[in-house]
């Protein structure tokens, strides 16, 4: 199995890199591998935009969680993420296209200025942390069958994924995730069935079964119990339906698309798919309830794989799981890396160096760096994880730059401000406060600061009126 397994890892990854190199030959300018020319079509719009957050979190986490607190969680993966697909679609994606930039920080800059632009940019180049979690994960599934030590299994998986990301941009991240979201997606479905099947001999069968003999208390969607968990779920809604509109992923899929109504079309049917296909991991935690035993509360979907599967079958499963973290991995790559090249250092250098050798400079040391926080302890991605919340200030000054015609650039720049400072009060005052191991964000401040920065906006862009009319 072992040797299957190390075979199928090989070629999987000789076909990465070959479709990459068969992407490069796209590639002649800093737009070509940003954004792929703006040249992708409806069903590679939308398989990049699926496969950048059907990832390992998704297939894993989701379906660990639901084994233990239910059907709660949903709210976030998939229903949240799912409805902030459809919602950006409908309502930015024609607009963000039709402005014809290369970065969520451009588009600040157009209405906000430069200062909004850095602070912006801060704010998308703190996702590498998100990236170092996946690249760990990975290379805990290489420790476990190859025994291979963690620190080789990540240097050896950022090499690999560094290596075809530098070669294609866009393109090759864009046809890649074809593959890896198709094999990913085959063996949740396969697994699934195979789940379903166990439960009652067929699929309907097993779900009337699981449904029926399930505690009540798992399908509960709704917390009914503390304040603190009621505060939680509301933070759960809010990050997953706003803070992922206004990432730097999702708005370089949009300007990759061939036009307005494709990135429209492809994000709103990525929605719909990743609520359809996002429902199966947590099927799978739910059975992992009645299957599993009751120790396992860790690794419900790779222990439902063991249980079930044949040997070459749990190879081919391993491979899915490879296929999910890749496909997520190269994407938060190249998008800080395009962040940092555009946005940062681009205006200090473009006189000296190419927007697309920046970029590919920026993409070794964003992966250096990752595969660095890797390595350093679990502690640090705990941090870095909590960034999810900083990207909800900028939803609010992107929803302004994208819906407000008459801004001024001191409301983006305080908004954004005001917002990194209450995240970082946050922080810091509950790791001073706490004398064990503390939560680094309470339940509800994600609804707090996605109110907080709402009415700031509003109360400064109100102020900078009536000093002007003055």
Not at 127 to 150: C, K, S, T
Not at 216 to 227: F, H, K, Q, T
Request: glycine share 10%.
């Amino acid at each position: 199995m072992q040797l299957a397994l190390g075979i199928g890892l090989v070629v999987f990854f000789a076909l990465m890199v070959g479709i990459s190199l068969w992407a490069s030959r796209r590639i002649h300018s800093g737009e070509d591998f940003i954004v792929a020319g703006r040249s992708l079509s409806g069903l590679m719009t939308t398989a990049t935009i699926m496969a950048t957050w059907y990832a390992a979190e998704t297939i894993l986490v989701t379906a660990d969680t639901v084994r233990t607190d239910g059907i709660r969680v949903t709210v976030l993966e998939p229903l949240g993420i799912g409805l902030c697909l459809m919602i950006s679609g409908a309502l930015f994606a024609r607009r963000l296209w039709d402005m014809k930039l290369l970065t969520l920080a451009d588009v600040i800059r157009a209405r906000f200025g430069p200062v909004a632009e850095k602070l912006q940019a801060f704010i998308s180049i703190s996702y590498i942390g998100w990236v170092a979690v996946q690249l760990l994960g990975l290379a805990g599934v290489f420790n476990v069958f190859f025994d291979m030590p963690l620190p080789t299994g990540i240097i050896l998986i950022t090499v690999v994924l560094t290596l075809y990301t530098l070669i294609g941009g866009m393109w090759s991240v864009a046809m890649t995730d074809i593959v890896q979201l198709t094999l990913l997606l085959i063996g949740v479905v396969v697994l699934t069935a195979r789940v379903l099947a166990e439960l009652g001999g067929g699929p309907l069968s097993g779900l009337a079964v699981l449904l029926d003999q399930l505690d009540a208390e798992l399908l509960v969607l709704i917390p009914d119990g503390s304040a603190d968990e009621l505060q939680m779920w509301a933070g759960w809604i809010v990050i997953g339906v706003f803070a992922n509109t206004a990432t730097q992923d999702l708005v370089q899929r949009m300007f990759s698309a061939k036009s307005s109504r494709t990135a429209e079309r492809a994000t709103i049917a990525a929605g719909v798919l990743y609520i359809v296909f996002g429902m199966f991991p947590v099927l799978l935690g739910l059975a992992g309830s009645l299957l599993l035993d009751d120790a396992i509360s860790v690794g419900v979907i790779p222990a439902l794989a063991e249980q079930l599967f044949s040997p070459t079958l749990s190879v081919i499963f391993a491979l899915t799981l490879t296929a999910a973290v890749t496909s997520s991995v190269d994407s938060g790559l190249l998008a800080p890396a395009a962040v940092f090249a555009r946005n940062i250092a681009g205006p200090v250098l473009r006189e000296r160096v190419s927007l697309i050798t920046l970029t590919r400079l920026s993409v070794v040391g964003i992966a250096a760096i990752s595969a660095g926080m890797a390595m350093s302890g679990t502690r640090a991605f705990e941090l870095i994880q909590s960034t999810y919340s900083l990207t909800l200030p900028s939803f609010i000054v992107l929803a302004a730059a994208v819906y407000h015609k008459n801004t001024r650039e001191l409301p983006g720049i305080v908004t954004l401000g005001v917002g990194l400072g209450l995240w970082c009060y946050e922080i810091v005052g509950n790791i001073v406060t706490s004398d064990g191991e503390p939560e680094l964000l309470s339940p509800g401040f994600p609804v707090i600061l996605f109110g907080s920065c709402f009415l700031v906006y509003w109360a400064t862009h109100w102020l900078v009126t009536r000093i002007e009319q003055e």
